[in-house]
């Protein structure tokens, strides 16, 4: 009886279970779907005139590829927006709950690097203002939520700076026959070449009187010097001369003392 009733419990258990699965999968409870209606909180915390970077591709280009080639991106552009509030604010929370689930979403995608790759000269950086960045956003996330994800790509040709369209109008097309570097090159060159060595041999031409000016008078400057000098020299002479010659004062005082000490005895 016992071995009965525990392989009926077990039954009904399982019945339960596959039920409960069955009808969880009816319900089609999508988080995505969830989360998405937290934009709208953001957009009412953040002003409407701040603008936001982001580097993207638009639909036309990207086409069925729009979600997956968006996703790298824009999840790099929410960790730079979300490091700008405050660890404790609400917005930085929200912020985290969409990259988690682009995180999610971008790990599963294959050759996504090599897609990214072929499309690299499509991307472009603007910025965007509050309204117009939580519109590609749910844009994004919508389809993330249809998982419009194609595996073939059609990657259009690279477009064209107006830079690039009016150089490749105003270069003249070489011909197969025309020289690389005909003489004219040679004489141009050679004609640029002419009035460098000219300057350069002016310059050291009067770089050297300079020289020979400076040098003339630092030699006038020393040979006055000595000239100076040797008109000093005999004069100190006879200064020391006479002073050899007059007797020391203290031998004529003791002298006159000597001759008062002989009177007084």
Partial sequence: MKKSKSWIHVCVHFLLFITLGVHSDRLNINPVTDDIAKLSTLRQNIPKDYLIPLEYIPKEEAGMCWMKLNIFYLEESLERLSEKFGNVSSNKENISIFIQ??????????????????????????????????????????????KEDAHDCDVPPCPTSPLTEKYSEESPTPTSNAPLCPNDCKTSQQQRLLPEVVERSLLSLLFIPLLAIVFL?????????????????????????????????????????????????
Avoid at 125 to 131: I, Q
């Fill in 101 to 146: 689930i682009l995180q999610e979403q971008r790990v599963h995608m294959q050759d996504l690097n090599d897609i990214m790759l072929d499309f690299e000269c499509h991307y472009r950086e603007e910025r965007f203002d509050t309204n117009q960045y939580f519109d590609f956003i749910e844009d994004l996330l919508r389809a993330v939520e249809n």
């Fill in 217 to 265: 008078l630092v030699w006038k400057v020393r040979s006055r010097r000595n000239q100076d000098g040797v008109q000093q020299n005999p004069a100190e002479e006879g200064l020391t001369g006479t002073e050899g010659t007059a007797p020391p004062l203290d031998t004529e005082i003791s002298e006159k003392n000597m001759l008062n000490v002989i009177e007084i005895v």
